[in-house]
């Protein structure tokens, strides 16, 4: 087997600097994609505004406004109708977040 020429090879502290700057690079850019999915929400709502639905970067439900024309629905429809925006809202977040890591995930040359 072959070793590489002395000169072919960079000097360790190089080698360190460099594997250094790449790690704080990523750092940097997870801890910018941490804060940025915090802020994540999204709200579905009905056509007519009889209910609002706003949800966190977790999907969890943060908001429900019933409007008048929500006093008009059966409640069974009504129930129906805020689990339906809760989850349309939520692939909204999941979608928003998956955005924010994709340049983490793929990372360079993938």
Known sequence: MERPHPSAVPPAGTWLDEYRERVEEIRAR????????????????????????????????????????????????????????AAEAAADVAGQVEKIMEPLISGPGR
Do not use: F, K, Y
Not at 42 to 57: K, L, M
Not at 76 to 85: F, G, M, S, Y
């Open 30 to 85: 997870a801890e910018s994609a941490r804060a940025r999915i915090a802020t994540v929400t999204a709200t579905a709502r009905t056509r007519d505004g009889a209910v609002v639905v706003t949800v966190d970067q977790s999907g969890h439900l943060t908001g429900l406004v019933l409007g008048v024309r929500a006093e008009e629905m059966p409640r069974a429809r009504l129930a129906e109708t805020v689990l339906r925006l």
